[in-house]
């Protein structure tokens, strides 16, 4: 993995709540966060995307398992 190291001024508050919702130290709870955000862009850039691609399929054929 590349890693680039920065310096920030966090509240304390906010980084002692999110670690102790991750149960992990700084850099971890950060990664994650920043995963968040990067998954929330990626969210909105598909929202915007209803309603223009017509998809045509058979949603009881899709749910059909094949049997083994």
């Known amino acids: 993995m590349d890693a680039k190291r920065v310096t920030a001024n966090l509240p304390a508050d906010l980084l002692q709540d999110a670690m102790a919702v991750t149960g992990e130290g700084i850099t971890e709870t950060l990664v994650e966060g920043l995963k968040l955000v990067r998954r929330s862009g990626a969210f ?11 998809l045509d399929v058979d949603l009881e054929e899709s749910r059909e398992r094949r049997r083994r």
Do not use: D, H, S, V
């Open 44 to 54: 909105k850039k598909a929202m915007r995307l209803q309603g223009k691609i017509q």
